[in-house]
């Protein structure tokens, strides 16, 4: 069984930057093809990025491109989402997820193909 933690949320000015870190322990990281989900107040669930299983391949909503970058370190069963040029509507409780699968999957958009979940982080960006 995986376990993820998030960490490195907090509260940011308009423009400002943060870097978000999801640990994992139990399981084997290098089999998971892992994402990053955000959450708003009175909203679903919604995608952010995902990251392949090697790190080759990486994916993002269009209104997080330019401004995201996810990333992975193996070694330290780690993901990292660093954010720049925050906007208010970024405001929300950040969620890294994690799904087995085969080396050459797709990553995935869903929320639904995700197993793993960590409890999430909040990032408030003021304006």
């Known amino acids: 069984q995986v376990q993820l933690v998030e960490s490195g949320g907090g509260l940011v000015q308009a423009g400002g930057s943060l870097r978000l870190s999801c640990t994992a322990s139990g399981g084997t990281f290098s089999r998971l093809s892992l994402a990053w989900f955000r959450q708003a107040p009175g909203k679903e669930r919604e995608f952010v990025t995902a990251?392949?299983?090697?790190?080759?391949?990486?994916y993002y909503a269009d209104s997080v491109k330019s401004r995201f970058t996810i990333s992975r370190d193996n070694d330290k069963k780690s993901v990292f989402l660093e954010m720049t040029s925050l906007k208010p509507e970024d405001t929300a409780t950040y969620y890294c997820?994690?799904?087995?699968?085969?080396?050459?999957?797709?990553?995935?958009?869903?929320?639904?193909?995700?197993?793993?979940w960590g409890h999430g982080t909040q990032v408030t960006v003021s304006s």
């Open positions: 990251i392949s299983r090697s790190g080759r391949d990486t």
């Open positions: 997820a994690g799904r087995s699968v085969i080396l050459t999957a797709p990553t995935s958009v869903q929320v639904t193909d995700y197993t793993y």
